[in-house]
C-alpha cells in the first residue's frame, strides 16, 4: 500500500515539476526572449545583410532608371525595344524589395511575437498534456513548436545561404551598377555638349566622329548594358528571392522529418475513435 502512494506521489512531483518548468519557460520567452532575442549576432546578422541587399538594389534600380532616360534621347526604332526591357525589370525589382522587406520583417516583427505568444501557447499545450495526457495536446504543442523553429531560422539561414552562394556573382552586380551609371552620365555630356538649338545627331557628333556611327555605338552600348542588367537582376532574384523560399521549403519539410507529423485529422479521427470505443464499452457494462 506505501509502495503505491510512493509510487503515486512520485508521479504527480515528476507532474508538478515539469508545469513548473513549462511555466518557467513561457515565462522567460515572453519576458526575455521577446525583447532580447532580435539583439542576438544571429539576427542582427541577418538584418545588415538584407539592408546590404537593400542598398544594392535600390542603387540597381537609380542606376536602370538613369539608363531609361537615356535610352529616350535615341532615336524610336532604337529607343523603344530597350525601354521595354528594362521596364520588365522594374517588376522583378519590386519583387525583390518585397521580399527583403517581408524578411526583415519576419526577424524584427516575427521573432519577438514567436517568442512572446507561439512558444508560451506550446508551453500551454504540453502543460494540458502532462495533467491529462491526451495527445492532441502534444500535438498542437509540438506544432507550435515547429512553427517557431521555422520561424526563427528561415531568414538568417537564407541570408547566410544567399551570402555563401551569391557573394562571388554580387560583383558583377556591382559592375553593371558603375556601368550604368557611367551611361547616364555619357548620356548626359551628350545633351549638354553644344548649343540648345543643336540636334540630337549633332551633339553625338561632338562625343562620337559621326551622327550615323555615333549613334549606332551608343545603342550597342546601351544594348549591351540592358544585357548585364538583365544578368544582375538573375542573380538578384536567385540570391535574394529563390534561396530564401528554398530554404524556408528546405526546413519545413527537415522538420516534418524530425518530428514526424500525424495530420490533425488523423490526431483528431484517432481521439473520437477512443472516445467513442470508451462510451460504447461504458453502455455494454451499463448494460
Not at 503505491?4 to 504527480?12: G, I, L
Not at 515572453?30 to 549576432?41: D, P, R
Amino acid at each position: 500500500m506505501n509502495h503505491w502512494k510512493f509510487v503515486s506521489d512520485e508521479k504527480a512531483l515528476k507532474k508538478i515539476l515539469l508545469v513548473l518548468l513549462l511555466v518557467f519557460l513561457a515565462v522567460f520567452s515572453i519576458f526575455v526572449c521577446a525583447n532580447k532575442a532580435t539583439e542576438l549576432g544571429f539576427f542582427s546578422h541577418s538584418v545588415e545583410k538584407l539592408d546590404e541587399t537593400k542598398d544594392t538594389v535600390m542603387k540597381f534600380s537609380g542606376a536602370t532608371l538613369a539608363v531609361s532616360v537615356g535610352i529616350t534621347l535615341l532615336p524610336d526604332d532604337y529607343a523603344t525595344p530597350l525601354a521595354e526591357e528594362l521596364a520588365e525589370l522594374s517588376e522583378y525589382v519590386i519583387l525583390i524589395l518585397g521580399m527583403l522587406f517581408l524578411e526583415k520583417m519576419i526577424v524584427l516583427e516575427g521573432v519577438p511575437m514567436v517568442f512572446a505568444y507561439v512558444i508560451p501557447c506550446a508551453c500551454l499545450f504540453y502543460g494540458l498534456y502532462v495533467l491529462t495526457k491526451k495527445e492532441i495536446f502534444k500535438s498542437f504543442g509540438t506544432k507550435l513548436v515547429a512553427l517557431s523553429l521555422a520561424v526563427v531560422l528561415v531568414v538568417p539561414c537564407g541570408t547566410a545561404l544567399s551570402d555563401k552562394l551569391g557573394s562571388s556573382y554580387m560583383g558583377y552586380v556591382q559592375d553593371t551598377i558603375s556601368t550604368a551609371e557611367t551611361g547616364a552620365d555619357q548620356v548626359d555630356e551628350i545633351s549638354s555638349t553644344g548649343n540648345a538649338d543643336a540636334s540630337f545627331f549633332d551633339k553625338v557628333s561632338n562625343v562620337f566622329q559621326t551622327a550615323i556611327s555615333g549613334v549606332k555605338e551608343l545603342f550597342d552600348y546601351f544594348s549591351n548594358l540592358v544585357k548585364k542588367c538583365i544578368h544582375s537582376v538573375a542573380i538578384l532574384v536567385v540570391t535574394s528571392l529563390v534561396i530564401p523560399v528554398i530554404t524556408f521549403v528546405f526546413l519545413i519539410w527537415l522538420i516534418n522529418q524530425l518530428f514526424q507529423f500525424n495530420s490533425f485529422y488523423s490526431v483528431t479521427n484517432k481521439s473520437a475513435f477512443a472516445m467513442l470505443k470508451k462510451l460504447s464499452t461504458s453502455k455494454e457494462e451499463t448494460e
